[in-house]
């Protein structure tokens, strides 16, 4: 090699590593050669479907998807002794969604402007053709569709004589490789290196925060897909933390006002400590097992496990603690019997008989029995009417109801005298003194509240 195809060499391989990031750009060890990934500027609002041409890829049909970057042409080359000078460099393209005819083309056109530049280095004009012209070149418009080999695997070179019987001999170039293994390697390919160059561009430029209003970088903030809003992460934190502390786990939304789009679990626990997300992980489970009208959950206080209840039936059979219950009253499984009511839940019962319609009505007479729902309205009809019009005794409970007479009270249950004012006990020997004695709420108060015809006291006055 002589020493100015020495120097030309590494002087280019240097501007290389000089322009390009270490992403883009790496030097081969040992030789004179190196790898160049080249990414394609896109035009906005890109889309993509893949087309396979084999029956037995596992894929759905009529992929599409809107990128903004697609997998990069790699570029492998090895620079010879006699470059610049006299030879060209030795190279491979390699791409997942270029076809091997389209890189076929592209090492067609490499050649070309090698010849049209022979005896200068020629690495950075490939690069920038490749980055600048291969969709025009290709003639690469949207919606794109991206053809994959019948095998599924990374291209083969075609045999000359299966070329020709194809009509394709001469397309094809030995050094094009379209590098797949299977169609949806080749999709999760594609969405992976979107979503990745998506965010590592997010994260180089700078947002305003409608929170705290600083402008922070991208990689400070966390942003919403589906309302594009983006607030910085301090500020996110400290309302996820409020939020999942109320157990308000279906309200990391968007801090936007009226704004729907709700934060995913990902970006939740990217903010917030583990413990506190534990917690949301948890609520969230479980106000989504509410939702589900055939889960019901354990009611031994110890267990509380969901579980699925049977279609049409009753019983529900817990996994952890093996208790079988009737879904409806929570009790143990009763079969065929009605559900037993606790007085507490009579009183609901009632309440809601009334307020049903008759679908309503009819739904709770065939689960609790007839005989139950007219119990429990008529009891608590009686019981509306006591606390009305009776008191209780203060020592046994006996509902006391006065119709005449004076404040002094016996109990029908207990015989015990008591005050009908202050429901105190009064002595046996002497009940009167309470009314009495000037030092009591109820002085003089024997007969208060009771209606005296007035005419007959005068008469009894005059007497």
């Keep these: 090699m002589s020493t100015e195809d020495q120097e030309a060499q590494e002087d280019e391989l240097l501007a290389l590593a000089s322009i390009y990031s270490e992403d883009e750009f790496k030097r081969a060890d040992g030789s004179p ?120 695997l990374q291209s083969p070179i075609q045999s000359p004589e299966k070329a020709s019987a194809n009509g394709e001999w001469g397309l094809l170039d030995k050094r094009a490789i379209q590098d797949v293994q299977s169609v949806p390697a080749l999709v999760r390919n594609i969405l992976d290196f979107n979503e990745a160059q998506q965010k590592k561009v997010f994260d180089s430029k700078p947002f305003l925060c409608n929170i705290c209003f600083m402008e922070k970088l991208g990689s400070e903030c966390t942003y919403f897909k589906d309302c594009e809003h983006v607030y910085c992460n301090i500020c996110l934190k400290d309302y996820f933390e409020i939020q999942i502390k109320d157990g308000q786990v279906h309200a990391l939304n968007c801090p936007e006002p009226k704004c729907k789009s709700v934060a995913t679990p990902a970006q939740v626990k990217d903010l917030v400590e583990e413990q506190l997300f534990s917690r949301y992980d948890r609520l969230l489970l479980q106000s989504s097992l509410d939702l589900m009208a055939d889960v019901v959950y354990c009611p031994r206080p110890g267990c509380q496990t969901p579980v699925m209840q049977e279609p049409g039936g009753t019983m529900g059979i817990c996994a952890v603690c093996q208790y079988a219950f009737c879904i409806l009253c929570k009790m143990t499984f009763h079969g065929v019997s009605p559900c037993k009511v606790t007085a507490e839940k009579l009183l609901l019962l009632r309440e809601e008989y009334l307020a049903a319609d008759d679908e309503g009505k009819k739904f709770l007479e065939k689960r609790y029995g007839k005989r139950v729902i007219q119990k429990a309205v008529e009891e608590m009809d009686s019981m509306d009417w006591l606390e009305q019009n009776s008191k209780c005794c203060p020592r046994c409970g006996t509902h006391i109801q006065k119709i005449d007479g004076c404040n002094k009270m016996t109990c029908t249950g207990c015989h015990m005298y008591f005050c009908w004012l202050c429901m105190s006990a009064l002595s046996r020997g002497n009940p009167y003194q309470h009314f009495n004695d000037p030092s009591s709420a109820c002085f003089n108060q024997l007969f208060y509240g009771i209606d005296v015809d007035q005419d007959l006291f005068d008469e009894n006055q005059e007497d």
Excluded: M
């Design 33 to 152: 050669g190196g790898e160049i990934q080249v990414c394609l500027d896109l035009p906005s609002h890109f889309k993509i479907s893949v087309k396979s041409n084999s029956a037995t890829d596992s894929f759905p049909e009529n992929f599409e998807n809107t990128v903004s970057f697609l997998p990069p042409i790699v570029l492998n080359f090895e620079l010879p002794p006699g470059y610049p000078s006299t030879t060209s460099p030795t190279f491979t393209l390699s791409c997942k969604w270029l076809s091997p005819r389209q890189l076929s083309l592209l090492c067609q056109r490499l050649d070309d402007l090698w010849e049209e530049n022979r005896g200068c280095v020629v690495l950075f004009p490939w690069v920038q053709f490749l980055k600048e012209e291969t969709l025009d070149f290709l003639n690469i418009k949207s919606p794109y569709e991206i053809e994959v080999p019948s095998n599924g």
